[in-house]
């Protein structure tokens, strides 16, 4: 055999191996599509979602580097969420007004918070910015679509930066300094976290740690579909301002 054919019989073998890792690791994209999906404007077809998650797969599988000691299906992930991400973000789908109910929101949180010592009720968050239930949990639904996934919220240590603080993987090539940072960030959202409710930290914690979909977290907490959205989209904007208390807090230090 020459040279020219094993050089093609490897490339063929390579590309019948990559094949059949994309084929292997395609459900994970269904479901990670699902999960965003769940939380987007029904405008948004799930049929997009899935495409560009196959794409971000396909550049996971190309790029792959088994010695960075980080498993595939992991690596995958990141890259098939990232890939989602990135083309809705190409979307604005949040008017101006749309945007100030959310300032306006996490305006009357932080507030209450320090009024009340604790995190609001929702009929006390609705009475504050003199809305009904129904009204804020419909405007908390419509925004938590644009944050997507993962709090983006800006650190104490670097006020240019932002971080997702909820969904953010460690790396293998990480230093003592980023150690440091992840540890401490982590120390502020666990803290944050605490100031919710039982309810709400359950939800927080079977979505984003156990992955469940709002479907499943509904059938384990014995709730409709529906109230699991209202008490996520809600707890998010409760997160941000716990967060952003925790960051003025150590400036002042």
């Keep these: 055999m020459t040279q020219a054919e094993l050089a093609y ?35 948004v077809p799930f049929d997009d979602l899935v495409n560009a998650g196959v794409i971000g797969l396909i550049e996971a599988v190309r790029s792959y580097d088994p010695s960075k000691s980080v498993p595939l299906k992991a690596y995958a992930k990141f890259r098939i969420r990232g890939a989602i991400l990135d083309s809705l973000r190409e979307l604005d789908w949040a008017s101006r007004p749309l945007r100030r109910k959310g300032r306006q929101i996490e305006e009357a949180i932080a507030k209450l918070s320090a009024k009340l010592g604790r995190q609001p009720e929702e009929q006390e968050i609705a009475a504050e910015i003199g809305t009904t239930l129904e009204q804020l949990y419909a405007t908390a639904i419509r925004l938590d679509g644009l944050t997507l996934i993962g709090q983006e919220v800006r650190a104490a240590y670097d006020r240019s ?93």
């Design 9 to 43: 019989r490897e490339s063929v073998e390579e590309t019948e191996d990559r094949d059949q890792i994309i084929l292997k690791e395609l459900p994970q994209v269904y479901y990670i599509a699902r999960r965003i999906y769940e939380r987007l404007p029904q405008h």
């Design 161 to 253: 930066e932002t971080t997702d603080l909820i969904e953010s993987a460690p790396s293998h090539d990480e230093g003592p300094y980023d150690n440091c940072l992840r540890s401490e960030i982590q120390d502020q959202l666990a803290e944050a976290i605490g100031t919710l409710s039982e309810k709400e930290q359950m939800v927080i914690s079977l979505y984003y740690k156990e992955e469940l979909t709002m479907k499943e977290i509904a059938a384990v907490l014995q709730l409709g579909e529906s109230r699991v959205c209202q008490i996520h989209s809600l707890a998010l904007p409760k997160l941000r301002a716990a967060l952003r208390k925790t960051a003025f807090d150590e400036t002042q230090l």
